[in-house]
């Protein structure tokens, strides 16, 4: 079973704050994607990545930025933690760069901005 | 930019009864994902469709591609299919996904 695990459940930051959230597959897949998901906007791309090193703005960008230094590891760094950061946040992966193929999804990071 | 629409947003049904969840998009594609959500929970992949038909248990996904529309039935629902139902798209040769805002089921006993 493909597995995406995302390194925390919960999370409680304090504004200003720098804060990383990390994602890890076990499927050598190239592409892995960082999701914010808010009550009545449903999910929104806030980056992806389809290879070690290179990355792509998604729809959201601003006030994330990303790292992928490993085929394995994607992560997400608010790089100054501001209120309406408050979400919960989905990391997901998918093999290559063919057209159908299914993403996998974390079981996502409830972050809390006070 | 594709438009995902879901109908409805909020559906309660009694246990036993038949489910039907409606998506529309607004631009071809080439893979719809049907996607389930428990609450507090990650996100399950049910059904990738690029035509036709797909049964899984007693789900059931559909999608016309001439009418750029697919449906999630639920055949005799039960409690613990309580979730949010998201459908999503994925459009030409972009590995990118556009997703509906969901619709929230709850199957009361």
């Known amino acids: 079973d493909v597995k995406v695990t995302q390194s925390s459940r919960y999370l409680v930051k304090r504004t200003g704050e720098k804060v990383f959230l990390e994602c890890v597959q076990d499927?050598?897949?190239?592409?892995m994607f960082w999701y914010r998901q808010d009550p009545g906007l449903g999910l929104r791309l806030i980056y992806f990545?389809?290879?070690?090193?290179?990355?792509e703005k998604g729809d959201i960008p601003e006030g994330y930025s990303v790292s992928r230094e490993k085929k394995e590891r994607f992560s997400l760094i608010l790089e100054s933690a501001s209120t309406n950061q408050t979400s919960m946040y989905l990391c997901?992966?998918?093999?290559?760069?063919?057209?159908?193929?299914?993403?996998?999804f974390g079981q996502g990071t409830r972050l809390t901005v006070v | 930019k594709n438009e995902v629409e879901q109908s409805p947003q909020n559906l309660t049904a009694q246990e036993g009864e038949f489910i039907t969840i409606n998506c529309s998009y607004s631009?071809?594609?080439?893979?719809l994902h049907w996607l389930q959500q428990h609450p507090g929970g990650g996100i399950v992949s049910l059904f990738m469709?690029?035509?036709g038909k797909k049964k899984h248990g007693r789900l059931i996904a559909t999608i016309n591609i001439q009418e750029k529309h697919s449906s999630l039935h639920i055949t005799a629902s039960h409690p613990r299919d309580s979730a949010v139902y998201i459908c999503?798209?994925?459009?030409?040769?972009?590995?990118?996904?556009?997703f509906g805002k969901g619709t929230l089921l709850t199957v009361n006993p």
């Open positions: 469709l690029s035509s």
């Open positions: 990545s389809y290879d070690v090193k290179m990355k």
């Open positions: 499927m050598d897949h190239e592409n």
């Open positions: 999503a798209v994925r459009g030409g040769s972009n590995y990118k996904l556009t």
């Open positions: 997901a992966s998918s093999p290559g760069d063919r057209a159908n193929t299914e993403a996998f």
């Open positions: 631009v071809g594609i080439s893979a």
